[in-house]
């Protein structure tokens, strides 16, 4: 049994037909989905979706992209949006350098304090890094050395050296579809040695369809591929990888370890 550590089922591509896109995931042995929101007037209903499925879990937080207009977004109203029993992580925050959709300051700042709930709380950060390796690591060995807090590199891209670093500050890494690319041989060696115990699988959906529905609107059922080719890189059972993986997102969001079976 699977997780997809981070899918936007609210998204359109899935939400016109949310109950069959679950259905479709369930009946491919995926048994719980991250619902990961990007900004502030998302979390009604991401939440929403994880109080009505008792296998559905919700995230809240501010996707780079959409810094600017939420540069005044008080640390208060993230902290009390954590406090809802499906809420289990913070994000997707961090920052991405590659569209500048946001003032890099900006994106900083709201990054930073993202990680402050994160410390706060105990909620996993989920983080969004591109083209911004050297920025990303320095805000979280910074705030690492302010105190601890967990945390998550969703849909990994980034380089060997980056992995490094964020593993030694006792970081997760989630893999998505892109592994499965002919192009992403420098992510396929990566992928061979995450530690077993801080690898987790996604989908990103509707983004980033994994091999071999390249061109399709990606959807969590396709969790599935990237399993299995991960498994494989890897030298190990797809059963094996779905059964730590799984363990390590429940690991991680722990916060779901009180709600599973449930909805709020």
């Not at 989630?174 to 192009?183: M, P, R």
């Amino acid at each position: 049994m699977l997780v997809d550590s981070h899918c936007h089922l609210e998204y359109e591509g899935l939400v016109e037909d949310q109950e069959s896109v679950l259905a479709r995931a369930r009946d491919a042995g995926v048994q719980g989905f991250l619902n990961i929101s990007t900004r502030q007037a998302e979390w009604d209903q991401v939440v929403a979706t994880a109080a009505r499925e008792t296998d559905v879990w919700a995230s809240v937080g501010i996707h780079p992209h959409n810094a600017d207009g939420h540069a005044d977004l008080a640390r208060e109203t993230l902290f009390e949006a954590t406090q809802h029993l499906k809420v289990v992580g913070i994000g997707e925050t961090g920052l991405d350098y590659y569209y500048d959709k946001s003032d890099r300051n900006v994106q900083q700042s709201l990054f930073r304090m993202h990680i402050g709930v994160a410390r706060e709380t105990g909620l996993p950060l989920i983080i969004h890094t591109r083209d911004a390796e050297d920025d990303t690591a320095a805000i979280l060995e910074d705030e690492m050395g302010k105190g601890a807090y967990p945390a998550l590199i969703h849909c990994f891209t980034a380089s060997a050296e980056f992995g490094k670093r964020v593993l030694d500050l006792g970081l997760s890494i989630s893999l998505s579809g892109i592994v499965t690319f002919k192009n992403a041989k420098d992510l396929q060696e990566v992928a061979k040695v995450i530690p077993a115990d801080r690898l987790l699988v996604e989908t990103d959906s509707p983004f980033l369809a994994p091999v071999p529905h390249r061109g399709r609107t990606c959807e969590p059922a396709f969790v599935a591929d990237t399993a299995q080719f991960v498994a494989d890189l890897r030298g190990i059972g797809v059963e094996d990888l779905a059964t730590q993986t799984t363990r390590n997102f429940h690991s991680l969001f722990s916060k779901t370890k009180a709600t599973q079976g449930q909805g709020a």
